[in-house]
């Protein structure tokens, strides 16, 4: 089956870095992605990793996938109030152009 | 700069109304898909166009239609809108053979009155 948790909620400080999990049960994706939402928009791909990777990064972004444990993460360096936003993790399983999105982990960056 | 577009933003209906939602891409993509969200919640695909064939999700209602009259363009149709209906409509592109990443426009806010 194809399900894809994130946690609901996370708060951080400004200046801290941020880590935003996601499970997934598809053993078979080879695309994982991050996508940001803020309030009204629609949603912004941040990044992606091709399943034969285990880290990539980009600027502030730090991704991690342990397939072992069917476990991405996004590191978000230096965070910024203008970080806070609903963030999206996603997966692509080859079949039929589609990607199953997780839950939702809404990001909320305090002064 | 190459991009999805949405119009209307925010598009407000009556209870029972036909109304038309558009999208349209300078992407040049090959596959095009409409989304609902709901508030709070992951966006849930309704249908996609892989070129010119169609591809219903199985729980889509009957009630939501789609048309892609050529690469740019794909109207997403609700015959007789009820309040559950309410959402945020978001279209999206992606091409096949690369990535697959989709790229998302800003969405149309839909409200049934």
């Known amino acids: 089956g194809e399900d894809v948790e994130q946690s609901l909620f996370l708060s951080v400080r400004e200046g801290d870095s941020s880590v935003i999990n996601c499970t997934y049960t598809?053993?078979?994706?080879?695309?994982l992605y991050w996508y940001k939402q803020e309030p009204g928009a629609g949603l912004q791909l941040l990044t992606y990793i091709f399943s034969n990777m285990d880290m990539k990064q980009d600027q502030r972004l730090t991704v991690l996938l342990n397939k072992k444990d069917k476990h991405l993460s996004l590191r978000i360096a230096d965070t910024q109030t203008g970080d806070s936003a609903i963030y999206f993790c996603a997966e692509f399983t080859g079949g039929g152009n589609k990607l199953t999105f997780g839950t939702g982990t809404q990001l909320k960056v305090e002064l | 700069d190459a991009m999805v577009i949405q119009n209307p933003r925010y598009q407000v209906t009556q209870f029972g109304k036909p109304v038309t939602l558009s999208c349209s891409q300078t992407?040049?993509?090959?596959?095009m898909y409409w989304y609902q969200q709901k508030s709070s919640q992951a966006p849930k695909l309704l249908f996609h166009?892989?070129?010119?064939?169609?591809?219903n999700e199985a729980d889509t209602p009957d009630n939501f239609q789609s048309r892609r009259p050529n690469t740019s363009f794909c109207f997403l149709d609700i015959r007789s809108p009820g309040l559950g209906d309410a959402a945020m409509y978001l279209c999206a592109t992606s091409r096949e053979g690369i990535s697959y990443e989709q790229y998302f426009g800003p969405g149309t806010r839909l409200t049934v009155t």
């Open positions: 166009y892989y070129d010119k064939d169609f591809n």
């Open positions: 992407l040049n993509h090959n596959v």
């Open positions: 598809d053993s078979s994706s080879t695309y």
